[in-house]
């Protein structure tokens, strides 16, 4: 397992790199039974969403799982393609405060439906696309 050095952009997120895949992990503002609201929240092979504050320093953490060799070695593996693009469009939920974006992230099994959890895992061969759509919602929701 390769961890990758916590910068100040990250925020409350912290990666570690294992088994081909990084594994972004959130720590909760909220040490008590209310944690749950603020935890990232993941739908098994089927996406993930995290808190709309939150986006920035993951995005930041996917940023530097690109700097990490590992991501590169996976990259030349050819697992995928590097112009497929396996996440959707970031949905914002007004509600919840949550920002959405369905793709790859953990093994998809029966469950229905997003949970929260600490871990968010993602294949290393799908980072870069989950970069591209969380940079491009920044980007919009900054020219709002």
Do not use: N
Request: aromatic share 10%; proline share 8%; net charge neutral.
């Amino acid at each position: 397992m390769y961890v990758i050095p916590v910068t100040a952009t990250m925020q409350r997120w912290s990666v570690s790199i294992e088994a081909g895949k990084a594994v972004f992990a959130c720590a909760p503002a909220v040490e008590d039974h209310t944690a749950a609201r603020v935890l990232p929240r993941m739908w098994p092979g089927h996406g993930l969403g995290v808190l709309g504050a939150d986006v920035p320093g993951l995005l930041a953490s996917v940023g530097e799982v690109m700097k990490a060799p590992l991501y590169w070695i996976s990259r030349y593996d050819g697992a995928r393609a590097w112009d497929t693009q396996p996440w959707t469009v970031v949905r914002e939920d007004p509600d919840d405060g949550f920002v959405y974006v369905g793709g790859p992230c953990g093994p998809a099994d029966s469950s229905v439906g997003y949970r929260p959890v600490y871990h968010l895992p993602v294949a290393l061969t799908d980072v870069r696309g989950l970069r591209i759509r969380l940079g491009a919602y920044l980007r919009a929701a900054s020219r709002v």
